[in-house]
């Protein structure tokens, strides 16, 4: 439980104000920054929810595939340009963007990331290889500014932010053919 604790914590530091404020003010921060710490504060919350609701995550999310699903499928809408504008003008995007990632994206990764097989574990480091690749290829190359709220200097870096963390999961991806992650267990 101290680690839920701590998420929670985590969790309020990273809405207050003038941290948000902060975090927003710079793209790749927002994108690369803010949004992975808030599925982090909802990843480390997870043990509470599941001890709390167990029926739920037995009902729902028995086998991993559906909390996998909406993982994809929230950090997928959080890729897209025109989110990132309207949670800096939108209120309700704001607050969506603090709820989603933590407890849409967060609780069900950590719930799901254990009972998945190996496949569905590489079946999503593909999927993430082929958005951030995309987002990338789109962020970089685009000639118009895709965030109203952002330079596009701060659009080309976060593009590069995208390929460098595809890249990273094409290496890890390529690794595991050449290492059994068995024999390090």
């Not at 995550?57 to 929230?74: R, S, T, V």
């Not at 079946?123 to 895709?146: C, H, K, N, R, V």
């Not at 080309?156 to 595809?166: K, S």
Request: overall charge neutral.
């Amino acid at each position: 439980m101290t680690q839920a604790i701590f998420g929670l914590l985590f969790f309020v530091f990273l809405i207050l104000p003038p941290v948000a404020s902060l975090m927003e003010s710079i793209m790749i921060i927002h994108m690369h920054m803010q949004m992975p710490l808030l599925v982090i504060s909802g990843f480390l919350m997870a043990p509470f929810f599941q001890k709390k609701l167990p029926a739920f995550f037995e009902k729902w999310n028995q086998i991993g595939i559906p909390g996998i699903f909406l993982f994809i499928i929230i950090m997928s809408y959080w890729s897209i340009p025109r989110t990132m504008d309207d949670a800096l003008t939108i209120q309700a995007v704001e607050i969506f963007k603090f709820i989603s990632l933590p407890f849409l994206v967060g609780v069900p990764l950590r719930d799901s990331w254990a009972k998945i097989s190996t496949v569905w574990k590489n079946i999503t480091f593909i999927i993430f290889l082929i958005l951030f690749t995309a987002m990338g290829i789109l962020y970089i190359a685009s000639p118009d500014q895709l965030c109203n709220n952002y330079l596009r200097t701060e659009q080309v870096t976060l593009g590069w932010g995208f390929i460098t963390m595809a890249a990273a999961i094409l290496i890890y991806l390529v690794q595991l053919l050449f290492i059994n992650p068995a024999d390090y267990e």
